[in-house]
């Protein structure tokens, strides 16, 4: 679902897709609930579509951390996804590796 994921649901239906999304995360099934990950980090201005995108965000990030453009990791957005993939990993008794 593009623009604006499952908060184009009504409240209903929203909260069964998160706990859905729960579920499928307990397995290592991470969904992105936003609709698409071109939507993450739009305060970047990058606008490009799929792979286009992927690149264009990457060199928006930078890659020296000493460069005051470098875009650090911060509390939201593709850092939460992200750290949630981490914590299942890294999660011995997590579900879905046997």
């Not at 649901?9 to 969904?31: H, S």
């Not at 005051?68 to 949630?84: I, M, Q, S």
Request: charged share 30%.
């Amino acid at each position: 679902m593009e623009n604006g994921g499952i908060k184009q649901l009504g409240k209903e239906d929203q909260a069964a897709a998160n706990e859905l999304f729960d579920q499928l995360r307990q397995y290592g099934i991470f969904v992105v609930r936003n609709g698409e990950v071109e939507s993450w980090l739009s305060n970047l201005g990058v606008k490009s579509k799929k792979a286009a995108w992927t690149v264009e965000m990457l060199e928006r990030l930078g890659d020296d951390p000493s460069n005051a453009a470098y875009v650090k990791p911060a509390a939201d957005d593709v850092w939460d996804f992200t750290r949630e993939v981490v914590r299942w990993v890294k999660d011995p008794g997590r579900k879905g590796t046997d």
